[in-house]
C-alpha cells in the first residue's frame, strides 16, 4: 500500500525558507512522478510542482523563482524547498504520487499525504 | 495557465438527491479532467480521471461527462459520506497543473 507522509517545521519566519519532506512506502521513488500541492486555510488547492527521481523538475510559473524540489532515492523521499516566504505562502502542504507527465491523461495524484500546516508568521 | 471554473461554489442538497457539478476549462483540454473529493481535514482522493473513468473503489453512484470544455460530476443518489468538497483538475498542460477553485455541497 502507497503511503506519504510530510515532516518539517509547523512554524517558518517570514524571509525564512520552508523546508518539508515527504517519506514514501509501498513504492519506489524512482517510479513514476512526485508532487507537491498546498492549500491555504479555507481555500483551494495549488499545484506547487513535481520532480522525477532523476532530477528533472517542473514548477508553477507563479512559484517557479522561489522553489526547489529534490529527490533521495537511497532514502526514498523528496523534499520542497521554498524562500522568501511571507504570510500568502501559510498553507496545508501535501505531497502526492503523480503516475507521469509525458501523456496528458496521466498527470493526475493517486496517493496523497496526510498534509502538513505550515504557519509563516514571526 | 489553463484557467477552470467550478459551478456552483457550494450547494445544499438533500440524502437521495441527484447533483451535477460543473467545470468549464479556459480552452480545450480534450477529454483530460479530473475530479477529486476532499473532506474536512483530509487529503484530496481521486474520484475520476479523464473525465468519465471510475477510479479503482469509487462508488458507482460518482459519473463524470464532458462536452467540449465543460465537464460534470454527477452523483445520482447522495449518500451521508459525499457530503464534501469537489475540485476538478486539468492534465491536459503539464507544464502547468490547475485546479478548479472547488464546490462545497452541504446537507440541505
Known amino acids: 500500500q502507497v503511503q506519504l507522509q510530510e515532516s518539517g517545521p509547523a512554524l517558518v519566519k517570514p524571509s525564512e525558507t520552508l523546508s518539508l519532506t515527504c517519506a514514501l512506502s509501498?513504492?519506489?521513488?524512482?517510479?513514476?512522478?512526485w508532487s507537491w500541492i498546498r492549500q491555504p486555510p479555507g481555500k483551494g488547492l495549488e499545484w506547487i510542482g513535481y520532480?522525477?527521481?532523476?532530477?528533472?523538475?517542473n514548477y508553477n510559473p507563479s512559484l517557479k523563482s522561489r522553489v526547489t524540489m529534490s529527490v533521495d532515492t537511497s532514502k526514498n523521499q523528496f523534499s520542497l524547498r521554498l524562500s522568501s516566504v511571507t504570510a500568502a505562502d501559510t498553507a496545508v502542504y501535501y505531497c502526492?504520487?503523480?503516475?507521469?507527465?509525458?501523456?496528458?491523461?496521466?498527470?493526475?495524484?493517486?496517493?496523497w499525504g496526510q498534509g502538513t500546516l505550515v504557519t509563516v508568521s514571526s | 495557465d489553463i484557467q477552470m471554473t467550478q459551478s456552483p461554489s457550494s450547494l445544499s442538497a438533500s440524502v437521495g438527491d441527484r447533483v451535477t457539478i460543473t467545470c468549464r476549462a479556459s480552452?480545450?483540454?480534450?477529454?483530460?479532467l479530473n475530479w477529486y473529493q476532499q473532506k474536512p481535514g483530509k487529503a484530496p482522493k481521486l474520484l475520476i480521471y479523464?473525465?468519465?473513468s471510475l477510479q479503482s473503489g469509487v462508488p458507482s453512484r460518482f459519473s463524470g461527462s464532458a462536452s467540449g470544455t465543460d465537464f460534470t460530476l454527477t452523483i445520482s443518489s447522495l449518500q451521508p459520506e459525499d457530503f464534501a468538497t469537489y475540485y476538478c483538475?486539468?492534465?491536459?498542460?503539464?507544464?502547468?497543473?490547475?485546479f478548479g477553485q472547488g464546490t462545497r455541497l452541504e446537507i440541505k
Open positions: 479523464a473525465a468519465s
Open positions: 483538475q486539468q492534465s491536459y498542460s503539464t507544464l502547468s497543473i490547475t
Open positions: 509501498g513504492d519506489s521513488v524512482s517510479r513514476y512522478y
Open positions: 520532480i522525477y527521481y532523476t532530477g528533472s523538475t
Open positions: 480552452q480545450s483540454i480534450s477529454n483530460y
Open positions: 502526492a504520487r503523480c503516475p507521469g507527465v509525458v501523456s496528458p491523461g496521466v498527470a493526475l495524484f493517486d496517493y
